[in-house]
Each structure stands twice: as structure tokens, then as C-alpha cells.
């Protein structure tokens, strides 16, 4: 006989900096995701915007700030523009495989060259191999790192450039945290082509969304996110389509 479905217990982080909005302090709701049934407890807590960290699901619960918007992509949806057309022709040579979330030296090495570059001063800088580990290896749902390489040559896997752990959830695909070669002499345009292959693969499983996380109103750093559409946002009435007056908001302070 299958154990009772149990109603998680939930609690609420201290208040902290907040990393987008400065002045402001965050605060986090949060329960864990163990047991038998903790993938459809990720897929329930993911369709009203809590997002994944190894054993934890979490989302936003600033006092007087709604600023944290969840995003989801529209895959059957979804056109490609010109340049997002022209950017996957330019890497259709890269090999591209789904693998077990294992952790291995080269993704971290490629995850500390990634912050070094893009986030120096971010709360990831100071990762570790065991951190990393822990961050790929301690998913209680089904998970995948989705490795993005050069060619191979002579029967030698190519150079790792890119990186993504992802969930499979009951409605999409979660991107919980990408990854990429972001050198001045790397392929341009490596984030949005991992966005763009996950579009796709969602298509593919029959998957109706790619969740995007979380984007922030006015942040520079999360515009990237309004270049896909339909992009639905999840407000106060549920999953609405972003019209672009939303997305063309100003910068925040």
C-alpha cells in the first residue's frame, strides 16, 4: 500500500541583501523535496513558482516587494528570429548530450572560469569541487546535466563549452542553472543557445514549457529572458502572457 500523500512543512529564511535591487532585502519560503513523491511535489510547487535547489524548493517572499517574476517559455509556441536562427546554424556542429547528474572536473572547471568571468563578486564565486557536487548530485527528481561540446576528433570527446542542469518536470523542462565558456575568444552566444536547444527539446518530449526562472523587472542581467516568446509570467491570476510593455520596462535603480 503507497504512503499518504503528506502536506510539506514550509519555512521562511532571514531577511539578506538582496542581489538585484540594492537597498532592498530578500527573503525565502522553502520546503524540502524528499521521499517518494518528491518529484510531483517539485511539479506542483513549480506551476505556482518555486524553483529547485538540490533538496529544496523555493521562491521569493519579500515583504512589500513583488519584483521576482517566474517566466516559462511557450515551446510549441516559440519562433525563432533571424539571429536566434543564424545562432543555431553557427553551432549546429556542437555535440550535444543529456547526461546523469554527475558531477566531473571539467564541469567545474568550466563553472569557475564562467564565474570568474561573468559573476566575480556573486555568491557562487567561492563554489568548490564539493559544492558543485552537491549542487548536480543531490537531486531528488529527475535530473540531467546537458552537456554542449566541440566535435569530435580522432575518437576523443571535444572541449566542453557549455552546461546546463535541468529538470524534467510533469508540464517542461527547468533550467536550474547554466553554464558556458565566456572567454573573449569563446563562441558568442552560448547562454541563448542553451536556451534555444532547450525550447527544442521540450518540443521534442512534448513538453509545453521551459522554465526560465526568475526575472526581475527593470534588471538588466534578466532581459536576455523577454527574447523568447510567448513568455508567460506568473502574477497574482496565475500564467499570463508578457506583453512588451511589461518587458520594456526602465532599469531599476
Known amino acids: 500500500m503507497t504512503a499518504p500523500f503528506r502536506f510539506p512543512r514550509f519555512f521562511v529564511t532571514s531577511p539578506a541583501p538582496c542581489p538585484y535591487i540594492p537597498g532592498r532585502q530578500e527573503r525565502k519560503v522553502f520546503t524540502e523535496l524528499n521521499g517518494p513523491h518528491a518529484g510531483e511535489l517539485n511539479d506542483a510547487l513549480g506551476r505556482i513558482g518555486f ?6 524548493a523555493y521562491r521569493p517572499s519579500c515583504v512589500g516587494c513583488t519584483a521576482c517574476v517566474s517566466v516559462r ?3 510549441h509556441e516559440f519562433e525563432a528570429n533571424a539571429t536566434q536562427r543564424k545562432l543555431v546554424r553557427r553551432n549546429d556542429d556542437l555535440e ?6 554527475w558531477a566531473t572536473d571539467e564541469q567545474f572547471q568550466l563553472l569557475s572560469r564562467y564565474l570568474s568571468h561573468r559573476h566575480p563578486s556573486g555568491g557562487m564565486a567561492g563554489m568548490d569541487e564539493q559544492d558543485y557536487a552537491d549542487m548536480v548530485e543531490h537531486s531528488p527528481v529527475n535530473s540531467v546535466v546537458v552537456e554542449y561540446r566541440e566535435p569530435t576528433v580522432e575518437g576523443r570527446p571535444g572541449k566542453l563549452v557549455a552546461a546546463c542542469l535541468t529538470d524534467q518536470q510533469a508540464d517542461g523542462l527547468s533550467m536550474i542553472y547554466s553554464f558556458f565558456d565566456a572567454a573573449e575568444d569563446a563562441r558568442a552566444g552560448l547562454g541563448n543557445l542553451i536556451i534555444l536547444d532547450h525550447i527544442l527539446r ?3 518530449a512534448g513538453l509545453p514549457y521551459v522554465y526560465l526562472g526568475y526575472w526581475v523587472k527593470g534588471a538588466a542581467r534578466m532581459a536576455y529572458k523577454t527574447r523568447y516568446r510567448p513568455l508567460e509570467m506568473l502574477g497574482p491570476k496565475g500564467w499570463a502572457l508578457m506583453d512588451e510593455a511589461d518587458a520594456a520596462l526602465p532599469e531599476l535603480a
Open 51 to 56: 524553483r529547485r535547489s538540490q533538496s529544496v
Open 73 to 75: 517559455v511557450v515551446a
Open 96 to 101: 550535444v548530450t543529456a547526461c546523469r547528474p
Open 202 to 204: 521540450a518540443r521534442a
